[in-house]
């Protein structure tokens, strides 16, 4: 499969890039190298290969949930951009209404 240039330049303007004529040639055929190599991966027979949607073993990642500690007010508003007493002192995001 062979990308024309105008398709080159639709794809960029998706992906908000502003490509020069030489990058777009250089990118016309390199897409279309990787577009010809997808095509070749179809002909590749894989029915004897049972569906895997991951080849890494399953395990969980996150740590234990154990609390800990409770903070001061003081440390929790230590860096703070600007607190009032022991409070964060945020800008309203609501009008009058």
């Not at 030489?22 to 190599?37: K, T």
């Amino acid at each position: 499969m062979e990308l024309s240039h105008d398709e080159v330049r639709r794809i960029a303007e998706l992906a908000k890039l502003d490509l020069t004529d030489d990058e777009i040639s250089l990118y016309a055929g390199q897409l279309s190298h990787i577009l010809q190599y997808f095509e070749s991966l179809k002909e590749v027979d894989t029915s004897h290969i049972a569906p895997t949607a991951s080849v890494l073993p399953l395990e969980n990642v996150f740590r234990a949930d154990i609390a800990g500690p409770a903070l001061t007010p003081e440390e929790v508003i230590r860096n703070a951009p600007d607190a009032m007493g022991d409070q964060f002192f945020v800008n309203a995001v609501l009008g009058d209404e």
